[in-house]
């Protein structure tokens, strides 16, 4: 059991390095171990009810019906959250939430995410080609299997994935013995896309493998950056010419916050391009983790294939069978997220209400962190454009590289390890997402509350001057 106590020591005078006659903070002691901080703050995963996020009403009371379906005699439900409730539970085997759905996920619901992706692009979606899954990652992890070729060596499948990237995607690539070819975003370009890097990385890969698929994250994590429509057309033309399967994670489609920046599906840019585009293979992907749900969980996530052949679409038919269902609840919270309050219904002010507070307070967030990380020496941060993270760049000086390597740690992890022994801030070195050889980076989220969210980049400020004043 952790102990924790109030306490003021030479320990954290040492460590906070201050002179004797100036008082540190006040510390805890951790299983003994006296600390200079309060509190650690947790901003390395993008958990946003675990830092402190409130879940939306609307979603919570239909799936509090849809659990408890006794519910529905109380007058303490709007009659909208019991109408989508009965809906999902006419859809469910005993009318229960409890029972098995088919392997692509209870009909109806399936019905409602291809109305949502329709309304969203204007192109019509097949409920026959949405699959929901175990939130987006065993999504991705269905369809990627479809690319491989059950050969290795240089035979094997290679699927091409930016860097940095989201580790799901080298961990599944490791799993399914294919061959990550990585492209580097670029960082000078606000981790822009760049169609010659893209030609450098296949060129370089084909040796070692057969390229499949192309994988592209919009917006992007880690490094919060929003594709603009050339981009993705850019993208959906090479993937073409390589005949490449695209596929498209979406998870932060309604993450966006920078001015000038909008969200476009890759599927609608495709359809938009004509007939030679419109008949290439596609897959994208959604989650109830992110946006401004945060239910991260129910595990709720959809996969929309498009264009895929009739024998491949009933392979991946048969392979998820063998899991039987993703989980009924997270799929009744994807219903939800999809089939929202529609103005004129008894939820609908609230629902907006706390849909656009916390998709204001996450604007508000995102340019607290961009300009509090450019305004400190030695940092440099990209404008956080979407998605729930920054990726700055921390500028190094030598004497503290060749610490890390005494350390036998990479100089990233050796400053991420340090800011949180010293203040309680925990983030990820940007060497587990990948970066050009000779930078260094960490992922942060921006979740913490406002108040709180201040407090953090207080903390991160007054450690970063404090480490590059020991290692100049």
């Known amino acids: 059991m952790f102990r924790s106590e109030r306490v003021v020591t030479r320990t954290a005078r040492k460590l906070l390095q201050l002179p004797s006659s100036v008082e540190p903070p006040l510390c805890r002691r951790w ?20 830092t402190g996020q409130r879940p939306l009403t609307f979603i919570r009371q239909v799936i509090a019906l849809c659990t408890y379906p006794d519910l529905m005699k109380s007058s303490d439900f709007p009659s909208d959250a019991k109408n989508r409730a009965q809906r999902i539970l006419d859809g469910c085997g005993g009318k229960s939430i409890g029972a098995y759905s ?4 209870v009909r109806v619901i399936r019905e409602d995410v291809a109305r949502y992706i329709s309304k969203r692009d204007g192109f019509p979606s ?5 699959f929901l899954s175990t939130g987006a990652s065993d999504g991705i992890k269905s369809i990627l299997k479809l690319a491989m070729t059950g050969e290795s060596g240089n035979k094997r499948a290679g699927v091409m994935i930016p860097i940095p990237q989201y580790p799901l995607y080298t961990a599944t690539i490791a799993e399914y013995n294919a061959y990550p070819i990585g492209y580097f975003l670029t960082e000078s370009n606000n981790w822009a896309l760049d169609m010659t890097e893209l030609r450098r990385a296949i060129t370089a890969a084909r040796p070692n493998c057969q390229p499949r698929a192309i994988v592209v994250i ?3 994590n880690p490094t919060g950056q929003v594709l603009t429509k050339e981009n993705i057309q850019d993208i959906i033309r090479f993937a073409k010419e390589e ?10 489609q309604h993450n966006v916050y920078a001015e000038g920046c909008a969200f476009h599906s890759f599927k609608k840019v495709l359809m938009e391009m004509g007939p030679e585009y419109s008949t290439m293979e596609m897959a994208s992907f959604m989650s109830t983790s992110k946006g401004y749900m945060g239910e991260c969980g129910f595990r709720g996530g959809y996969a929309e294939a498009i264009n895929f052949d009739p024998d491949v679409k009933a392979m991946l038919v048969k392979s998820i069978s063998a899991k ?6 997270g799929q009744a919270v994807m ?12 939820s609908y002010e609230v629902f907006k209400k706390e849909h656009d507070t916390v998709l204001g307070q996450l604007a508000e967030k995102a340019k607290m962190v961009t300009e509090t990380f450019n305004s400190i020496p030695g940092i440099t941060c990209n404008t956080v454009q979407g998605a729930m993270y920054a990726f700055p760049r921390i500028h190094l000086p030598k004497k503290a590289i060749d610490a890390a390597k005494v350390k036998g740690q990479a100089p990233d992890a050796f400053y991420c ?12 070195p940007g060497s587990g997402f990948g970066q050009v050889e000779g930078t260094y980076h960490f992922r942060t989220t921006i979740l913490p509350p406002v108040e709180k969210l201040g407090e953090m980049l207080a903390r991160f400020r007054d450690f970063h001057v404090r480490f590059m004043d020991k290692y100049s």
Not at 31 to 50: L, M, S, T, W, Y
Not at 102 to 105: I, P, V
Not at 417 to 426: A, D, K, V
Request: charged share 20%.
């Open 218 to 220: 919009n917006p992007g």
């Open 324 to 329: 039987l269902c993703s989980s009924v609840s």
């Open 126 to 130: 097949d409920a026959d080609n949405i």
């Open 335 to 346: 219903d939800v997220v999809v089939n929202p309050p529609q103005p004129g219904e008894p």
């Open 31 to 50: 299983k003994g171990i006296q600390k200079p901080f309060e509190d650690v703050i947790r901003a390395n995963i993008g958990d946003c009810h675990a």
């Open 102 to 105: 088919d392997s692509a996920g």
């Open 417 to 428: 390890y340090n800011l949180l022994e010293e203040t309680g801030i925990c983030v990820v």
């Open 243 to 252: 005949n490449l399967l695209i596929m498209a994670d979406e998870v932060y």
